[in-house]
């Protein structure tokens, strides 16, 4: 779809959402994929780049995605509440995650807003977004250009 708007000459922003709008097959659109815009829950921010530069080595990847990074989150998660728990008990690693209020450290780093606390209904507290745009001249990669404050790259607009 993109080619083809492309070729009769629709020059606009393409935004999609959910992971699969920044899976490494996007490259393959070549110039048709550049400034396409995903919007995701988690991608690597400023403060977790180093950290998904790593992941992706590890992994044998061109770049994290956010599935990489949501279960990185999970298990950050579990990590702070077994610290805070000091136990394996399950009612109190319930309760530990029930009460986490993290922001500072990896955890944090890696969550888009910078902090991470639930609800009583278990739900994320003030959840932020993250918005990735495919950029690069010899190779298309995504880069994350929202939240603003811990973007890794500027926005480009058509």
Same mark, same amino acid.
Not at 129 to 157: F, H, Y
């Given at each position: 779809?993109?080619?083809?708007?492309?070729?009769?000459?629709?020059?606009?922003?393409?935004?999609?959402?959910?992971?699969?709008?920044?899976?490494?097959?996007?490259?393959?659109?070549?110039?048709?994929?550049?400034?396409?815009?995903?919007?995701?829950?988690?991608?690597?921010?400023?403060?977790?780049?180093?950290?998904?530069?790593?992941?992706?080595?590890?992994?044998? @990847? *061109?770049?994290? $995605? !956010?599935?990489?990074?949501?279960?990185?989150?999970?298990?950050?998660? %579990?990590?702070?509440?077994?610290? +805070?728990?000091?136990?394996?008990?399950?009612?109190?690693?319930?309760?530990?995650?029930?009460?986490?209020?993290?922001?500072?450290?990896?955890?944090?780093?890696?969550?888009?807003?910078?902090?991470?606390?639930?609800?009583?209904?278990?739900?994320?507290?003030?959840? @932020? *977004?993250?918005? $990735? !745009?495919?950029?690069?001249?010899?190779?298309?990669?995504?880069?994350? %250009?929202?939240?603003?404050?811990? +973007?890794?790259?500027?926005?480009?607009?058509?």
């Amino acid at each position: 779809m993109v080619q083809q708007l492309g070729s009769r000459g629709v020059d606009a922003l393409y935004v999609q959402l959910g992971g699969q709008s920044v899976v490494p097959q996007w490259r393959d659109l070549g110039n048709a994929a550049i400034n396409m815009i995903g919007v995701l829950g988690y991608a690597p921010v400023a403060e977790s780049a180093e950290l998904a530069s790593r992941m992706a080595e590890s992994l044998g @990847v *061109p770049f994290v $995605q !956010q599935d990489n990074l949501t279960g990185y989150v999970m298990v950050q998660v %579990i990590k702070e509440a077994l610290e +805070a728990a000091g136990s394996t008990d399950r009612e109190a690693l319930r309760e530990a995650i029930a009460n986490l209020n993290v922001t500072s450290g990896t955890l944090a780093d890696i969550i888009p807003g910078g902090a991470l606390t639930f609800d009583d209904k278990g739900r994320i507290v003030d959840p @932020v *977004p993250v918005a $990735q !745009q495919w950029q690069g001249d010899d190779e298309l990669t995504p880069c994350t %250009i929202v939240p603003l404050e811990r +973007a890794t790259c500027d926005a480009v607009w058509p």
